[in-house]
């Protein structure tokens, strides 16, 4: 005590304030300390063994528990500083939704600070697939390191948006060592990757009459999960809703809408429980066909459609067919009355299984649709044979002398080629005689498999069973011939004929296939060819 | 202080990482064809020490270590095993030697020699054959001085003032005469009594000396490379002889002296022709320089070819030269002509990768090869390197060819290709060496993916293929394991890569699928069993990818580069073999292209360190572009103008042996 009062004494010259604190704060903890001891002596001292282990844990934990409330309020009044410094470009090109776009932030210092562990947190619109990042997005962020004042350093992504047209929202999220910033902006998706659009749009059509609509993936990558809904009470396919697990990259499929009895045709395409394309399509319902055409489709395959059109006035005629080379795979064709044939030129196809042909008229208020009629794609079946002394790219590949010379070996290579098929061929064999005095060296190649073997004076390519094979099937072998002095002057002939067989599994028929001869003259081989006769 | 001392010893090391040059790792092989230049001018300018270091042995005089040191080391820095040799006459010494900077090596040599070395006439007057060099007296009857001769002295100096400088790899021993009247006339007083010597006693004692003299040389320097000039006569002592103006002088004789001394040189073997212009500059005489290099092959020895013995300076460089034939397979045997008394025939010689021809006769000849070999693409005599495939030629008078064996799927070694697709074949700058062939293995199925490799590391081929989901290792020792990495619902083409990825023996398997789901690596042992596996990209991207395996910065550990298939962008990242992402990823093409990219690995440009191949995908222009391992574009060419429906999938092997791999692109051959 005696040095407390030498302490007052002390403290009261001066300006006499350190005395007034000391006052009030020593007080209050004498209240305090006060309260305590007697808390511990009314609930703790005799009460319990140990009281004063128990009164001091209680004391460190009514701390512990003050020290945690103030902490929280703290880091709940604090507001971190916003980041300052930082310049986002985000570079886009235009946007389609379902398909790959590459988007480019770039993230700038424009203040005169090195920014140290900078990352960027994208954050795209639900639904969105990240198909690729650069630098990696790991842990939602993409990591882009320390940056130099007026340094510019970017994430790029590749990534499908699954969302209507019209604007979304990126937001991002820039962090470094000293905080975080976070940013938005808008883009506009202004088109789909899947496209779902009627062949011919109608204005009016005629009651009972079906309206083929394609869905097509304008996209790379496959569209999975895909539903399109008619709006009650038009049907598609005579159904509400078709599921289309997986649409190929640029497949397209045709779909036969039924309008309804309300002139509205409402058709919705959706992936990821989004509505990507909207179609609304206002049309008059005909009692009666305003076309006036009858169509007789025959099943299609190979080079060629055909179909016959009994036509009693005038009138257009959209055709469809996956083989054609027109936009769209559709070619507009105007007709006379009367009765005839068309026939036109197409690719062999693979996937689809059918083709369409929409007659209409143009009138004023628009195309009015008649009946529209659907004819089978069958697969074409071809097989063909060439010989050659140089490959296309002009590498030589035979060997010996060419013109070829009597006495001397000339070797040269088959190959054979059956043509792309769209529907399933079983058993599919492809004989090979080969002439007289030409014989196989051993050497072929076989990039699709199968296997060669040979019979009586013929080889046979075994081609076993082939799906629907967009590609076609090739097989080569080697040949060589040796003229004799009967041959001079004389162009030689290498393979005699070529039949190809198969069992169209689709149709259930066999099918067969021939190829003419081919001799020494090479007509198909541009550097070799017209070099075949015998010296 | 320590601490800049240590970031100044630690800079250079970082400044030479991130820039690193060009090393010829393929080069100085010593293989067929085996090229020695001697490069004897008084200059090395700055663009030659990267066209000396193409050759396998490169002679210099003795002093350009001292006048041009840094280039010389330039040349062994770029082809580490190229041989210098360092020029020393063994009898004779240049006046300029005398007014030679003092410390260098030539002046240090011509300050030892006291007069009584030198060769002198019976009045005591040196003796010249060419200008301004003296002749020295390498005879057994040469005075001593000091307890020396002149050929005591010169295998000591070779051993302190040549050797000691640690660049050179051998010497080169110039005017090693077998005889020295033929030289220096009969008029001649070796012992230095003032009476001349008679010229058996001359040519004997001279034999005598120079005996000794390379005898010592190689006593003093028991492990360098020696090639002496002018004498067949000392080719047991040294490991080749130098055949000058071959074969100026007709093509019996000499050549059966080169056969003779290649096989009496000590190991390693290197006599050497040299073919010239006669002092004429001619680089375009093709003829000639065929006609000789083709002797020296069929010999099996080195080949310089150059403007002459006036004209040693030259980097003349021929498509010949570039035609890895491989060690000879057998010995050289004459085809056509006489067989007997060295009369000039047709000699031919077969290789591991190729055929040599030699006509000295005086017409031309037609010869049936005993096989299928291809001419070369040439770039200089078009008509005769055509790039014909032959079982024949007609080779004319006088006249060589250098042919390569055909290519087929038996070179295709650890890369992957399409069982049956004709391979086109690419250099790193998109020329053609050679045709395409058709790679098909009987015993793999058409159309499979397919690895040759020796997995085991048995010294045995090991054969992977995989075709609809299914894996097949065929192992050289009978071993066969099936699997599938990616499950039984996977029935998709699978990309195969192999190659060391832990520190075992064996070698592991990297799969990937080429489409129609998860860019998934799986890493497996031969057996199949999954050691790691992870994703390349997103779990998202369903389109594959390509995987490939490769040493990209050379410190003898592998990384794993993918490319993504089908609808992915031409993002390549690579990876450490455990996974951890390696160097930054890169976009081989533009961003936006959406046809992936495929990516094969292989040393291209023969720099010791692997490059990332990479093909365009589908519906773009059909390309390849090559890349380093720090994504740096080494080049890139494309394979036309119309956008490709496939894309470009290569594979890279080195199926001639160079050391260089070739690209090979799968192309359509009808």
Redesign the interface.
Known sequence: MTKNKEQRAKGSSGTGLAEHASTASFTTSRAVTSHLRHRYRTRYHGQYQYARMFFAFDLALLGLATFLVGMNVYLFTVIPAPLKGFRLDLVTPSIHSAAPVALEARVTVSGNEEKREVRLVWEFPPGTEILQSEPPIGQGNAYLGTLEPGETASSRVVVRLFQPQGDVSFRFRLRDAEGEITGETDRRITGSGLRFEPLVSPASVVRDAAVPYRLRNDTALPLEGITVRAVRPSSIERLTEVRISRLEPFEERILSVQPSATSEIVLTAEMQGRDLVERRESYALLQADPVGVRLLLDPSGGNELSFRVFADRAASLAVWHPGLSDEGHVRTLEIEPGEREIRLPVQPTTRETSWFVVPFVTRAEGNALGTSAVGALTTPFTIHASARYFAVSGDQIGIGPLPPRVGESTKVWIGLKLAPTTSELSDVRVRVVLASGVGVTGRDALPDGESFSQTEGALVWNVGTVPADPDGRSAFFEVELTPTDTQRDQVPVLVESVLAEALDVRIDTRREATFGSVDMNLSEDEFGKNLGRVK | MWRRRLSLLILPIFIAAAFPTPTFAARGKHESPKLINFFLGYEIKPDDPAKLAQWDIVVLDMDQTFQFPDRVREIKRLNPNVQLLAYVSASEVSEARFRGHPSSPGAKLASRIPEAWFLARPDGSRIQWWAGNWIMNASDRSPSVGGMQWNDFLGGFIRDEIMTQGIWDGVFLDAAYGEITPVAGTNIDLDRNGIADTASVADQSWRAGMTELIRKVREANPDIWIINNSSAAYSHLTNGTLFENFPRDGFGWPFAELRGALAKNVSPKISAINTNTNNQERPDDYRWMRYGLTSALIADGYYSFDAGDAGHHRTWWYDEYDASIGPPRGQPRIVEGPTTNNRPAVWAREFARGYAVVNATKRAEEITLPG?FEKLRGTQDVLTNN?????KVTVPAEDGLVLIRRSDVAEVRGAVF?????L?VFDLQGR?PQ??????RDDV????NVLVSDIDRDNRDDVIFS?NGLVTVRLGNGGRYTFRPFGTGYRGDIEIAAGQTDRSTAWELVFTPTAGREATVVVTDVRGRVLRSWLS??A????GATVAIGDFNADGLREIVTG?G????P?IRTFKTDSV?WR????AYD??E??GARVSAGDVNGDGADEIVVGSG??SIPRIRVYDGNARLLSEFSLGSVASADGVTPAVADIDGDGKAEILIP????
């Open positions: 299928e790039g014909a495939i032959v079982t399409r069982n049956g697709s004709f086109q053609r045709n395409a062939f058709f790679a098909n199925p058409g159309g499979a075709q990209y997103r998202e991207f369903k389109g993504p089908n609808g992915g962008g993002h992402p930054g990823a890169f976009f961003a936006s959406s046809g589908p519906r192309g359509q051959p009808f």
